[in-house]
């Protein structure tokens, strides 16, 4: 199924104790919709150490917006640093005293690995719109190679939430032989259709920014304002109705720094929900290619796990591994009941999948912040 990959280079830079970054780069990918992309990077962070079988290897997917930093070593404790801290480390569940933790930045990204932000070795400019469709098997198969590369024979667990939990999903059903445990995070087996509705808004939010250009920007000139919007549409499905009213309810905007971005003073910034939002949209764009949220965010519309199988079942019949369904009772974006379904339909098939699902007002991003539940949640797999 996976053809023939060329290494080129890869290097690894130990950045402290137990802690490596590194980037990885080979020749050509063949991508599941036809036609090949390369050179393709991988940037990469390791944690603990590989045993002489590379058997104690564990994978962690980051989300849509996230990157290869999902533990510092030296800020442990502190999740705005690094985005699942709480959960590595030496005795965390993701036990880095017992495992190799890897990281990588996905395919389609904009934290060092190759995306359409990345230089087209064929016209020497960014690839744009010239980037192809990327998938989330694209992403897999990217990230099957940099494991092979590290000489990892066996993952003991791949982990991931969101379009990181579609990637370990995939993970477990294209490499079986492979996966001993795989966690799947508030993802199911293919998004649903309000799911899509609201990626093609944020995606016409960025593509009718004037900046844009049809994909053609400058490093740090792109759709600001179409990204941001992009990025406070998606924050309302990362969180739901009882943790907005919790934490904002209608109270009047407590933030003065935050810069309203309307013309008539009562029209917005009126409310404490509007001023996160529009600081929620800023800071992505200190932080994220307007590109590259097009191909992430088109990469989870277009997962299908039964893609390339005769069926679902035919599918999810190949998981070998020991397989742990977490989903968020308040998450709308990848409904709980979608992703119970999914671990019962596992089960039913014949294979070893627990689900569990967290109790939080916190919506799709729960599986970012309840860091208690989530402890309790990975120690069962
Ligand atoms: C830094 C990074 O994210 S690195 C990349 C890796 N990231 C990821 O993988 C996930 C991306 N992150 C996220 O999705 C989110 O940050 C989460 C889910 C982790 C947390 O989201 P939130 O619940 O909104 O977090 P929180 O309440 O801490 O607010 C975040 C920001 O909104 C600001 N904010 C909170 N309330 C208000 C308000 N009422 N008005 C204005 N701003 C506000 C905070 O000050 C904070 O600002 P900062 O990020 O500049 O420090
Ligand atoms: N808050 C997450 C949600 C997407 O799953 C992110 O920004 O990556």
């Known amino acids: 199924m996976v053809a023939q990959i060329n290494y080129t280079k890869g290097f690894l ?6 802690q490596s970054t590194g980037t990885y780069t080979l020749d050509r990918l063949p991508l599941q919709r036809g036609g090949l992309l390369g050179p393709v990077t991988l940037a990469y962070e390791t944690w603990g150490t590989l045993n002489a079988l590379g058997t104690n290897a564990i994978l962690v997917t980051h989300a849509l917006t996230g990157d ?10 502190d999740a705005k640093i690094a985005w699942w801290n709480p959960l590595i480390g030496p005795g965390r569940p993701i036990d880095t005293d017992r495992y190799f933790v890897i990281c990588s930045n996905v395919l389609g990204g904009c934290s060092g690995s190759t995306g359409p932000a990345s230089v087209d070795p064929r016209t020497e400019h960014p690839y744009g719109m010239r980037f192809p469709i990327i998938t989330i098997h694209d992403m897999v198969r990217a990230q099957h190679t940099l494991v092979e590369h590290l000489e990892v024979r066996q993952l003991a667990a791949v982990y991931g939430g969101s379009i990181g ?11 079986p032989e492979m996966v001993q445990r795989v966690a799947v995070i508030a993802a199911s087996g293919s998004l649903t ?16 920014d004037p900046q844009w250009n049809c ?5 740090g000139r792109g759709p600001a304002t179409g990204l941001s919007i992009a990025r406070m ?14 934490r904002f309810g209608r109270h009047a905007a407590r933030r003065e720094e935050v810069v309203s971005p309307t013309a008539h003073p009562d029209l917005g910034g009126r409310f404490d929900v509007e001023n996160y939002l529009y600081h929620q949209g800023e800071s992505l764009v200190q932080r994220f290619d307007a590109n590259s949220y097009l191909y992430l965010s088109r990469a989870m ?13 035919a599918a999810l019949a190949r998981i070998r591994s020991k397989a742990l369904f977490i989903g968020i009772n308040s998450d709308f974006l990848f409904p709980a009941r979608h992703v119970r379904t999914l671990a019962e339909r596992v089960r039913q098939l014949g294979g070893n999948a627990t689900y569990i699902e967290l109790a939080s007002p916190h919506g799709h991003d729960a599986f970012l912040k309840e860091w ?4 309790v949640a990975l120690q069962q797999l």
């Open 68 to 77: 290869a930093h999902a533990h510092d070593s030296e800020h442990p404790d």
């Open 233 to 246: 549409l998606a924050m309302i499905t990362y969180q739901s109705e009882e943790s907005m009213e919790q």
């Open 215 to 219: 994909g053609d920007y400058a490093p």
């Open 13 to 18: 830079t130990p950045i402290r104790e137990g």
């Open 165 to 175: 939990g579609q990637q370990a999903l995939a993970w477990a059903v294209l490499y």
């Open 301 to 313: 519309d277009l997962f299908d796990i039964s893609e390339g199988f005769s069926s679902l079942d």
């Open 372 to 375: 208690a539940q989530m402890t």
């Open 193 to 208: 259709a309000q799911g899509i509705a609201f990626n093609e808004v944020a995606r016409q939010a960025i593509m009718a």
